[in-house]
T-cell receptor, first 115, second 114 residues
Framework: GAGVSQSPSNKVTEKGKDVELRCDPISGHTALYWYRQRLGQGLEFLIYFQGNSAPDKSGLPSDRFSAERTGESVSTLTIQRTQQEDSAVYLC?????????????FGQGTRLTVV | AQSVSQHNHHVILSEAASLELGCNYSYGGTVNLFWYVQYPGQHLQLLLK??????LVKGIKGFEAEFIKSKFSFNLRKPSVQWSDTAEYFC????????????FGPGTRLSVLP
C-alpha cells in the first residue's frame, strides 16, 4: 500500500481482556517496528522484526505483550489481560532496510484505552 | 543509561522567529540521526536524517540540523518559523553498537503564535 496502515484506529477495552492490534507495512519493507506512546511522553520501543531473522523483543514491557510477523507482511501485537497502564497509542513503523540505512515510516497508530 | 534527550519540553515562538531545538544522545560509536515531526492529528513524518557525510543536513520545509560529534548533539534549526510549524518534534537515534531500533527523545512541543 501507499503507507503503513494500522487497525483499529481506536480500541476501548475492559481491564483484563485481550486485544490484538494489526499493522500492514509498506509493501517491500523488510523491517517492522512497534512503539508505544503514552500521553505526553516520547516513543517507547517495543519490538523489531527484520525479514526472517529472530525479532528483537527487548522492549516488550511484560510477558503479557507479544507480537508476530509472518515473513515481510502483516504484524499483530497482542496484549493479554490488559491493564489500565497499557492505555497508550501503539505505533507501527516499517523501513526498507535497517536503521543504519533507512528511515522508518509510521502509521497513524492505534489508540488503546483500557477502562 | 544510554538515552536521547531534548532540551525543551515546550517552546513558544512568534511567526518569523528563529528556531533551534536541542537534541543530545549518550551513545558512543557510529550513530544515525533523525528528526521526526508530528503535526496535530497526523502521523509521524521524517523531517531529515543523517547517516554520514556533511554534518549539516537539510530537510523538508526549510529545516536543517547539524551533527556535532564532539558534543553528541543533533540540533534542529529553522531561520523563520511559520504558524504551520506548530507540532511535536522528536529526535531519534540509531546507535550501531546498541541494536537495530530507533531510540526516540521525549519530544518538544512547538507552538507558533500567528
Amino acid at each position: 500500500g501507499a503507507g503503513v496502515s494500522q487497525s483499529p484506529s481506536n480500541k476501548v477495552t475492559e481491564k483484563g481482556k485481550d486485544v490484538e492490534l494489526r499493522c500492514d507495512p509498506i509493501s517491500g519493507h523488510t523491517a517492522l517496528y512497534w512503539y508505544r506512546q503514552r500521553l505526553g511522553q516520547g516513543l517507547e520501543f517495543l519490538i523489531y522484526f527484520q525479514g526472517n531473522s529472530a525479532p528483537d523483543k527487548s522492549g516488550l514491557p511484560s510477558d503479557r505483550f507479544s507480537a508476530e510477523r509472518t515473513g515481510e507482511s502483516v504484524s499483530t501485537l497482542t496484549i493479554q489481560r490488559t491493564q489500565q497502564e497499557d492505555s497508550a497509542v501503539y505505533l507501527c513503523a516499517s523501513s526498507a532496510g535497517t536503521a543504519r540505512t533507512s528511515e522508518a515510516f509510521f502509521g497513524q497508530g492505534t489508540r488503546l484505552t483500557v477502562v | 543509561a544510554q538515552s536521547v534527550s531534548q532540551h525543551n519540553h515546550h517552546v513558544i515562538l512568534s511567526e518569523a522567529a528563529s528556531l533551534e531545538l536541542g537534541c543530545n544522545y549518550s551513545y558512543g560509536g557510529t550513530v544515525n540521526l533523525f528528526w521526526y515531526v508530528q503535526y496535530p492529528g497526523q502521523h509521524l513524518q521524517l523531517l531529515l536524517k543523517y547517516f554520514s557525510g556533511d554534518p549539516l543536513v537539510k530537510g523538508i520545509k526549510g529545516f536543517e540540523a547539524e551533527f556535532i560529534k564532539s558534543k553528541f548533539s543533533f540540533n534542529l534549526r529553522k531561520p523563520s518559523v511559520q504558524w504551520s510549524d506548530t507540532a511535536e518534534y522528536f529526535c531519534a537515534v540509531n546507535a550501531e553498537n546498541y541494536g537495530q531500533n530507533f531510540v526516540f527523545g521525549p519530544g518538544t512541543r512547538l507552538s507558533v503564535l500567528p
